[in-house]
Every structure is written in structure tokens, then in C-alpha cells.
């Protein structure tokens, strides 16, 4: 968190006051630190895997939302103790609910949204809105404000003032309540929605927050597959800016495989591919679809047809045919790979193996890993009559918060082109 000087430190109001409130503090007693002209950023905050940790007594809290290494620790740590498979991945929805089956009744204090995270805070919003759902369906609706001033680093210009409202209640209170958040969107800012939550929940919410062109970001990991890819087609085909952080992280995969092909000598072969694997792990299939989707719309394949086929690790891997330009077939498999230690969200890439073939000279095979010791799979099957490249690609190690202060760094009131054209054939490529 950068340093910020606090204007209003965080205050308990009625609902019934808080835009009333709000409007009085910058008009009034703030009249000498006029609020930014930047944009609202509007948070769906579940954290149901660290509140459930702290239930049970395996965190000890505050609750923030932040995805910090302790979260993730003991995440990881209760999987076993859930029964689940050591592969989980600790931002596997079906995690939070597993852990939400053990017996504790602890207690800590509830600070999402209470605070404007560094990464974000250097962006200077103008008003951060946080709706943060409780375990406890029932809990009565609480409404708290702030104001607070991010102070520049040196030599680095002014900064400009914002404030903090949440409102903190069981998941039907919340949606209750939206007429009182309505009110607090400025219809003269910009406003982005960051639905961080699994996007099976709360679907009246989502719809009532992320209308018109307010610009909503989500995560394509986190929920049903199918439910996560018709969703992006939806508002991709109404012309509402959206950007997927599951996306954003295939960011390094696609400049790899870019940088491999760059070569004068390589470039002919990507219109001669004849075979494309991908290896992800867990039971949710998107990030890969939507890294197959993106190279075959940039390569002009035409998706014959997709299918299941049957895979060592759990759940059911996909196949599916694609012809060239040319007319020649390319077979496409990807596969479900089980990890000893899982990354953080569900269906992190693990490799990829793309062949390449023509009429002249040998096969090139190209192998990308998450790992160096990851792709041997993708190494076996008469890999060595060809001639191979292999790259291990630099995973970034950034948190959700800098992913979405990047995304308000590049402003991105529209649809990146290339996920609009990817998440289509990602959604056809899924079988049903």
C-alpha cells in the first residue's frame, strides 16, 4: 500500500446516509481538497476462500481480499485435509466450498475495501465502491466511508483526492441494496466493474453493476466453464468494453511462441502446422482454449469440429480438427495434466507443443513448458526425428491488484481485439 494521508478516516454511517454524507464532506469539509476526475472502480469482493480459512481457524485474519502467500499456504495446506486432490488449485472454487464443510467458528476482522491497495491507489480513483459478501447470508447490511489523499513520490507531480465506501452483508442483502450504489456512480467518470469472484455468483448483480459502457473485468478461472466463455461472448456481442484476467495472463505464452516463429527462417513454418497440445492443469479447460482460439484466428483455421477424449489426469481432455487455408487438417488436443504444487488459479498452462510440417526439409516441433522439467509428455512420441525448439517461458508473478492497475493504466475502454476474436472459438471449441 503506497503512503496516502487519510481525509476521513473509516466511518460507520446508516445506509440511508451515506450519499448524503458523501456529497456534504467535498462540498463542505473537504472544500480545500477538491476529489479526483479520474474514474469510480466498482469491486465485487467475495474472498470466500480466506474467509472460510479463518472460519476454520487455518488463517488468522484480518480478512483484506488480498491474494497474499499465507492465503495461498494455507489454502494449499487444507486441500488434503478436504480430500481433494494435492493438483487443486487454491483459487479452485470447489476449495473455498470444501473448506466451508469443516467445523470452527473463528473470528477476525473484516477489512475489505477499507483501504485503497498501493498498485491501484497510484492510479487515483475517485471513488472506490467495494461490496463485500459475508458468509453469513442473513448479516444486515453495514455501510462504511473514507476519504484519503495518495501522496505522490518524489518529483512526481500532485495527486488528487478520492473516497471509500463499502458495504459489507449477506449476498442477498447486497443485492438488495443496489439502488444505494447506483447513486454513488458519477455518470460523468468513467467506471469499471472488477467482478473478483467466481462468476457463478450473484449473476443479478453483476448485471445490474456492469450496464452500458461501464467496463467490466473478470476472470475466466473462476466458475463453470461454460457458464465463464458464454459470458464473454455475451458482452463481447453487445459491444461492452470487458477484459478477462485470465486472459491477460497468456500474455508471456503468446509472446514466447511469438518470439520462436520470429526468425526469418521459421516464419514459413507456422503456415505448415499440423499438430497443436496444450497441457493445463485442473478441471477447468478456458486459459488453454483461449491460448488454441487466439493462434488459430491468427492463422486463419477453420474449426472443423471439437470433442472429448478420455486423459491420464482428472476431468476429460478436448480434441477437436481445424483446416488450413490450404485445405490440410490440423489436429488439436489438449489434455489435463495432474502437479505436484498448483499455481495459484485453476487451469494454469503447464506446455505446449506445436508441429510443424512441409514438404521440404524435417518437422519442426516446438515446445513451450511452464517448467524447465514440465513438457517431458510433450517430449515423447518421436520427437526425435525433428528438429526441436524448446523455450521455457517467464511466468509473471503479479497479483490480481497490479493486473487490474495495468488494465487502468492503458485506460481499455474497449475489448482487446484479440480476445473478441478468441473467445468465440474458445466457446465453440468446448465441446457440450
Not at 451515506?18 to 480545500?32: G, I, N, Q
Not at 488454441?292 to 486463419?300: E, F, K, M, P
Not at 525433428?386 to 492503458?410: C, D, F, H, K
Amino acid at each position: 500500500m503506497s503512503t496516502q494521508l487519510t481525509l476521513q478516516p473509516p466511518l460507520a454511517l446508516p445506509p440511508s446516509e451515506v450519499s448524503s454524507y458523501l456529497e456534504s464532506l467535498w462540498s463542505k469539509d473537504l472544500d480545500s481538497s477538491p476529489g479526483a476526475a479520474t474514474f469510480t472502480l466498482v469491486v465485487w469482493e467475495g474472498a470466500w476462500l480466506e474467509q472460510q480459512l479463518v472460519r476454520c481457524g487455518r488463517l488468522d485474519g484480518p480478512i483484506t481480499g488480498l491474494l497474499n502467500e499465507p492465503v495461498l499456504e494455507a489454502a494449499r495446506a487444507a486441500a488434503g485435509a478436504c480430500n481433494l486432490p494435492l493438483s487443486t488449485a487454491p483459487m479452485d472454487p470447489q476449495l473455498a466450498w470444501a473448506i466451508g464443510n469443516l467445523a470452527g467458528n473463528h473470528r477476525a476482522e473484516d477489512l475489505r475495501g477499507q483501504f485503497v491497495e498501493g498498485a491501484i491507489s497510484a492510479h487515483m480513483p475517485r471513488r472506490l465502491i467495494t461490496l463485500a459478501p459475508t458468509l453469513d447470508g442473513n448479516k444486515p447490511l453495514e455501510t462504511l466511508v473514507a476519504a484519503y489523499c495518495p501522496l505522490p513520490d518524489e518529483g512526481s507531480g500532485g495527486s488528487a483526492c478520492g473516497d471509500v465506501v463499502v458495504l459489507r452483508g449477506g449476498s442477498g442483502t447486497l443485492s438488495q441494496s443496489l439502488d444505494l450504489v447506483q447513486p454513488l456512480i458519477a455518470a460523468d467518470l468513467p467506471c469499471w466493474v472488477w467482478w473478483n469472484s467466481s462468476l457463478d455468483e450473484a449473476p443479478e448483480v453483476m448485471a445490474a453493476l456492469a450496464t452500458g459502457q461501464r467496463r467490466l473485468v473478470v476472470d475466466s478461472s473462476l466458475g463453470d466453464p461454460r457458464s465463464c466463455l458464454d459470458l464473454l461472448v455475451a458482452r463481447i456481442n453487445a459491444g461492452q468494453p470487458i477484459n478477462d484476467l485470465n486472459w491477460l495472463r497468456l500474455r508471456s505464452w503468446r509472446e514466447s511462441l511469438a518470439m520462436v516463429f520470429d526468425p526469418p527462417s521459421r516464419r514459413d513454418d507456422l503456415n505448415h502446422v499440423v499438430q497443436l497440445d496444450l497441457d493445463v492443469e485442473g478441471n477447468n479447460p478456458v486459459k488453454g482454449l483461449l491460448l488454441a482460439a487466439w493462434l488459430a484466428d491468427r492463422l486463419g483455421w477453420h474449426l472443423v469440429s471439437s470433442y472429448e477424449v478420455d486423459c491420464d489426469g482428472p476431468g476429460q481432455g478436448i480434441g477437436a480438427e481445424f483446416e488450413r487455408s490450404d485445405g490440410q487438417t490440423v489436429r488439436f488436443r489438449q489434455m489435463t495434466v495432474p502437479v505436484g504444487v498448483p499455481k495459484t488459479h485453476p487451469g494454469a498452462m503447464v506446455g505446449l507443443r506445436l508441429i510443424c510440417q512441409s514438404s521440404q526439409g524435417s518437422p519442426l516441433c516446438v515446445i513451450l513448458c511452464s517448467e524447465s522439467g514440465g513438457c517431458m509428455r510433450l517430449e515423447s512420441g518421436g520427437m526425435a526425428s525433428m528438429q526441436l525448439a524448446e523455450e521455457v517461458v517467464p511466468l509473471p508473478n503479479e497479483s490480481e491488484e497490479m493486473e487490474m492497475a495495468r488494465l487502468l493504466s492503458g485506460s481499455h475502454d474497449s475489448t482487446s481485439p484479440l480476445l473478441a476474436a478468441a473467445a468465440p472459438l474458445a466457446a465453440k471449441l468446448l465441446p457440450h
